[in-house]
């Protein structure tokens, strides 16, 4: 795992010192610019595909076994879905193109994209303590019994998803911080460079 941590602007940092050519550096930064759009389109229709399931088997579990616990299962699929949605068309807002073609812009906007999942981390946390609290509460206060499924099992798997999750917020927050600081490093060479080339 620490291997899949060493992220792809390590190796920009290297290209980036090893050639002089300004459009070189150009080139390279938007290849991996495009790069990262392209995973976010993705990400998109995976997100749009997961939430279209979790509709699916929350209206069928209404509809095949009505009661108060798939109701209470659909309200809550519905929330989580609502939150996650508004609040990944607000993260997203003006990270999918730069706003020109210069290489500070598209610095400037994997910069941003960076920072912007960092943000996403702490909101999955957020929506984890936030659901992991309504779990609780369902089980003290909520009908207990699921028509679908063992209340062992029910009771078994939200902790399992839990810690699953927390892991896995957990890497993807070390990891945005290290591009993160990569970025940063690349942006004061970008200034340093920029600073000197009026002398040379």
Not at 161 to 169: E, G, H, K, R, S
Request: aromatic share 10%; net charge positive; hydrophobic share 50%.
């Amino acid at each position: 795992m620490p291997d899949a941590l060493t992220n792809e602007w390590t190796e920009l940092i290297e290209q980036w010192n090893a050639v002089d050519e300004p459009s070189i550096h150009f080139d390279v930064l938007r290849a991996r610019i495009e790069a990262e759009r392209r995973r976010m389109i993705r990400d998109v229709a995976v997100d749009t595909v997961v939430s279209v399931l979790f509709v699916a088997v929350a209206g069928y579990a209404v509809l095949r076994f009505p009661g108060a616990w798939t109701r209470l299962f659909a309200v809550d699929v519905a929330a989580i879905l609502v939150a996650v949605w508004a609040f990944a068309v607000w993260n997203r807002r003006g990270t999918w193109r730069p706003l020109g073609e210069t290489t500070e812009s598209f610095l400037r906007l994997a910069r941003l994209r960076c920072r912007r999942k960092i943000q996403a981390v702490r909101f999955g946390a957020a929506v984890t303590i936030a659901q992991l609290v309504t779990v609780v509460a369902w089980r003290i206060w909520g009908p207990q019994h699921a028509p679908f499924a063992p209340t062992e099992t029910l009771a078994v798997l939200p902790v399992i998803v839990v810690v699953i999750f927390t892991v896995w917020l957990g890497l993807s927050r070390r990891r945005a911080a290290r591009e993160l600081d990569e970025l940063n490093q690349l942006h004061a060479q970008l200034s340093v460079d920029g600073s000197e080339s009026p002398n040379e």
